[in-house]
């Protein structure tokens, strides 16, 4: 069974940083496509990144580019968000999601994805 748990969100100032993980159970980020998206109240879940388990391409959406990293450790159970410069405005819960299909670019679509964590809490004062 494939289960996804995100962990460090929490309070932090605007400008300064965050570590979100999500961790797998039943399966390795080696073979699936592993999305971060958040969803800030009143509006739709939107992507922030992805990456694709068997070629490790990454992508951004372009309000985090430059600012936030996606990445896996070495025994690909465990994927990151490294979020730096924080804003007011990424205050949302961050979800992650998976999927067996290779995505490529499409993986900053939440709806392609099959598996989702059950969230957690970033919010950034200013």
């Known amino acids: 069974e494939v289960q996804l748990v995100e962990s460090g969100g929490g309070l932090v100032q605007a400008g300064e940083s965050l570590r979100l993980s999500c961790a797998a159970s039943?399966?390795?980020?080696?073979?699936?496509?592993v999305g971060w998206f958040r969803q800030a109240p009143g509006k739709e879940r939107a992507a922030v990144s992805s990456l694709t388990g068997t070629d490790g391409q990454t992508y951004y959406a372009d309000s985090v580019k430059g600012r936030f990293t996606i990445s896996t450790d070495n025994a690909k159970t465990m994927v990151y968000l490294q979020m730096n410069s924080l804003k007011p405005e990424d205050t949302a819960v961050y979800y992650c999601a998976v999927t067996s299909t290779p995505l490529g670019i499409l993986g900053l679509t939440p709806q392609l994805y099959d598996y989702w964590g059950q969230g957690t809490q970033v919010t950034v004062s200013s």
């Open positions: 039943g399966f390795s980020f080696s073979d699936y496509n």
